[in-house]
């Protein structure tokens, strides 16, 4: 018999607040990623083309720029991620993740 069973682990990081959301996408750079496992090669075009139609301006970085989340190659792509979203000026990034 146990006195507590709890169904979540303890917490191990303290929360942090959110960025605050942009006003807006219009104008801005959008950078995605994906992890190469669910559709990203169709569904990416798809969120690019509403979103263009619905802001103005709106620019993306293709997930090729980035290398892939997921994989052998994971650690490389995740260590350059800050680096390469400031060399491309991203102000957003959409994660596309598949199971």
Not at 8 to 33: F, N, P
Not at 80 to 85: F, H, I, N, S, V
């Amino acid at each position: 018999m146990y006195e507590v069973v709890w169904p979540r682990g303890k917490s191990t990081v303290a929360s942090t607040a959110l960025a605050r959301r942009l006003d807006t996408l219009s104008g801005k750079t959008i950078g995605e990623l994906w992890n190469l496992v669910f559709r990203g090669d169709k569904i990416f075009p798809i969120l690019e083309e509403e979103l263009s139609r619905r802001f103005p301006g709106v620019k993306f970085v293709r997930y090729e720029t980035f290398g892939p989340t997921h994989g052998p190659d994971e650690a490389k792509a995740i260590n350059e991620l800050p680096g390469k979203l400031k060399q491309y000026s991203c102000d957003a990034v959409i994660s596309g993740v598949g199971c």
